[in-house]
């Protein structure tokens, strides 16, 4: 038997490793000038253009504008932008607008950066922007990255921070059903920390203690979720905060009502974590829990594939996406297949969906249940129901070409 995802993001200030931060808000804000005397000049001699008319950035008329009222003769390009970026670097801007994050993708040109910044508020105009870019010739010097700003920062002080690198923030996302393996992996890749490390934080028994999770890891206990960090982070301050973001989404009634159940944490995250592995939809999630409950409290075995791809990934670090028969008998205590009762510890990091399916499942009388080609499942009361869904399945996996 089969019983066999940018929302906002979650942002860590630079720091020690000491610090905590869950949910924190940005820390590294930036300040500079933006050329305000020369907007608010440009801005008043346009005051009286009709109120129709299309708009036209200032500092490109500023720039485009004849001296003298001659529009004939117009003073050299090099002597009018030597101006204004005088002006600009003697107009101080203290921005204490909210702060924005702003992400920067590989390979963006200066132009798409000028209007992502000025999308968001943190500068008045691209055209300002991109000038100033090309005057300090920095047109390649742009580094990727998510970065905190505040609105009205100004061009100069964006375009330090974006060619420095200062206050640049890393985009970590964590997907739900991620093994510590996965986790690690994806850790190496996007922020540098080394997988071993990484690892080695997740089991460290001192962090354990702290946040009272009574395992050997954090396995199932760090929050899928994307993060955004200080570049840098290191191994145990990111566990640090994926746990404090876990224990903050915890909700009071999640434990009440596991409680009321005979249930405690932990055998609700594992719960939840078979149900994250085996679910590919949200509407198969409280009915995947109530198989996985129904047996229980008949005493038969979970016999979940979730638990041995688990076991497998446990023992040779590589996840296994399909089983063959052999691997049944996979010899771990995580074998559902070969051991009753809950397995050790989660296999993997639920969801809140999740979590929500294995506290309130749907009230069937299902025990079984097989995964059909596009994911969704077939229920079944009784073992002879399930091998014709079983058989059923087989023929839908031929005609959509499974091996």
């Known amino acids: 038997m089969t019983a066999g ?10 720091g020690s490793d000491s610090e905590v931060s869950g949910r924190g808000t940005p820390t590294g804000s930036l300040s500079g000038a933006d ?11 346009s005051e009286s253009a009709a109120p129709n008319a299309p708009y036209r950035d200032p500092v490109r008329r500023a720039l485009t504008a004849p001296i003298g009222g001659d529009p004939v003769r117009r003073a050299p390009v090099p002597t009018r932008i030597a101006f204004l970026a005088v002006a600009a670097a003697c107009s101080p801007s203290q921005p204490s607008g909210p702060q924005e994050i702003v992400t920067i993708p590989p390979g963006a040109t200066v132009r798409a950066v000028a209007e ?19 005057i300090q010739g920095q047109d390649r010097r742009v580094q990727q990255g998510v970065y905190v700003f505040r609105q009205g920062e100004g061009s100069a002080s964006a375009l330090r921070a974006l060619v420095s690198g200062k206050a640049l923030l890393q985009r970590f996302t964590v997907p739900e059903g991620f093994t510590l393996l996965d986790i690690g992996a994806a850790a190496e890749r996007a922020l540098g920390i080394p997988r071993d490390r990484f690892l080695a934080a997740a ?17 199932g206990f760090l929050r899928p979720e994307t993060y955004l960090v200080a570049t840098g982070i290191r191994a145990p301050k ?30 609700v995250v594992i719960l939840a974590s078979i149900v994250e592995a085996e679910a590919k939809v949200d509407s198969d999630r409280a009915l995947i829990a109530a198989v996985y ?3 229980l409290r008949a005493g038969m075995p979970l016999q979940a594939d979730a638990t041995v791809q688990y076991a497998i990934q446990l023992a040779t670090g590589a996840r296994k996406p399909r089983l063959r028969e052999k691997d049944y008998w996979f010899a771990s205590p995580y074998n559902t297949y070969l051991h009753g009762g809950l397995p050790p510890g989660p296999v993997g990091a639920p969801g809140r969906k999740s979590i929500e399916a294995a506290l309130a ?43």
């Open 35 to 45: 050329g305000a005397a020369v907007h608010q000049r440009v801005s008043r001699a």
């Open 5 to 14: 995802r940018f929302a906002g993001g979650r942002v860590a200030p630079a």
């Open 293 to 295: 409950r129904n047996r």
């Open 203 to 219: 089991r460290d028994t001192a962090l354990l203690r702290e946040f009272g999770i009574p395992a050997s890891s954090f396995e």
């Open 116 to 134: 992502s910044l000025a999308v968001h508020g943190v500068i008045n105009s691209p055209t300002w922007f991109r000038i100033i870019t090309r």
């Open 238 to 267: 990111m566990v640090r905060v994926m746990a404090a973001t876990f224990a903050a989404d915890w909700k009071p009634e999640w434990d009440a009502a596991a409680k009321a159940q005979g249930l405690d944490r932990k055998a």
């Open 361 to 403: 499942p749907a009230r069937v009388p299902y025990l079984y249940f097989v995964a059909r080609p596009d994911g969704r499942h077939m229920f079944s009361r009784t073992y002879r129901e399930h091998l014709r869904a079983v058989r059923s399945v087989r023929q839908m996996g031929s005609a959509a070409g499974w091996q």
